[in-house]
């Protein structure tokens, strides 16, 4: 597992961007046949890319998580972006198909990770925070999440949101989950950016074309920082820092809150005339 250890709202406006990189964006998350980890000192997130190949992936877990087992004291969201899969959780078998999403609950033993096909293999992402009570593991397809349709083709933000571990879905602790797709045209996402104090948040971006980057937006709005951002890695984002981007093409990310409360109408909202 590897380890990010935070900027602080003082000391990220003098940091090079490869020392932001190292703060807040996580290696390339997903090889085939390997499970990567990172660990963030952002409200003790953990950020997780699973490519199960011929052999499934066991979840384990780490001494730095001083736990028998991962989600001992954890809940999990994943969900996957790549072929057909299936988690096990507890001997309980849950097929995983494109844009499927799984909320692992607290106390959850083991939790193993397949695909159907070596050769199209399920591409699993994890998003894991601190968890408080055990509730219940559910399995979400994309087609159960809750769709919003925001934006505009003339404002280049048009897409959709699938709200798929939220509250009247999934009896979280304090995890939130979903997927945003922007529409052919469409490059900017999150506008207007907003903070929300209450809640961190975590973006991974992914299905945007090899050659083309995300502009990730960070930092106070009178201290935005920009970071260029490749498909397939995570940037964490502080409660104090905007979290806003725009592609050089379209492309799909999946967010991921954790925090005090879980009301995604709980925002900050920032004019894009404000930032600085």
């Known amino acids: 597992m590897d380890f990010m250890f935070s900027a602080d709202i003082r000391s990220y406006k003098t940091m090079r961007n490869d020392e932001l990189r190292d703060a807040f964006v996580t290696a390339p998350l997903f090889e085939s046949g390997k499970i990567n980890l990172t660990y963030t000192d952002v409200d003790?997130?953990?950020?997780?890319?699973?490519?199960?190949?011929?052999?499934?992936?066991?979840?384990?877990?780490?001494?730095?998580?001083?736990?028998?087992?991962?989600?001992?004291?954890?809940?999990?969201?994943?969900?996957?972006?790549?072929?057909?899969?299936?988690?096990?959780?507890d001997g309980t078998d849950y097929p995983m198909n494109n844009r499927d999403s799984l909320y692992i609950a607290k106390e959850s033993q083991d939790v193993v990770f397949e695909s159907k096909d070596a050769a199209n293999p399920a591409k699993f992402y994890l998003a894991s925070y601190p968890a408080h009570r055990v509730t219940k593991t559910v399995?979400?397809?994309?087609?159960?999440?809750?769709?919003?349709?925001?934006?505009?083709?003339?404002?280049s933000n048009e897409r959709t949101i699938f709200q798929s571990i939220r509250p009247g879905i999934v009896d979280s602790c304090q995890l939130v989950m979903g997927i945003t797709e922007l529409k052919k045209g469409s490059v900017w996402n999150t506008?207007?950016?907003?903070?929300?104090?209450?809640?961190?948040?975590?973006?991974?971006?992914?299905?945007?074309?090899?050659?083309?980057?995300?502009?990730?937006?960070?930092?106070?709005?009178?201290?935005?920082?920009?970071?260029?951002?490749?498909?397939?890695?995570?940037?964490?984002?502080?409660?104090?820092?905007?979290?806003?981007?725009?592609?050089?093409?379209?492309?799909?990310?999946?967010?991921?809150?954790?925090?005090?409360?879980?009301?995604?109408?709980?925002?900050?909202?920032?004019?894009?005339?404000?930032?600085?």
Not at 60 to 88: M, S, W
């Open 44 to 89: 003790r997130a953990v950020i997780g890319g699973i490519t199960p190949a011929a052999e499934p992936i066991l979840l384990p877990t780490h001494k730095e998580l001083a736990a028998d087992y991962f989600c001992q004291r954890r809940e999990v969201g994943i969900i996957n972006i790549g072929g057909e899969g299936v988690i096990t959780v």
């Open 139 to 155: 399995h979400v397809p994309k087609s159960k999440a809750k769709c919003i349709e925001l934006g505009s083709q003339e404002t």
């Open 191 to 276: 506008k207007p950016p907003h903070t929300h104090f209450r809640r961190t948040e975590v973006y991974m971006y992914f299905d945007l074309p090899k050659d083309e980057k995300i502009f990730h937006l960070m930092g106070e709005p009178t201290e935005v920082r920009t970071l260029p951002i490749e498909s397939e890695v995570a940037i964490a984002s502080p409660s104090w820092s905007i979290h806003s981007g725009v592609g050089t093409s379209n492309y799909t990310f999946i967010w991921a809150m954790g925090g005090e409360n879980q009301e995604f109408d709980d925002m900050d909202h920032i004019q894009v005339s404000a930032l600085r």
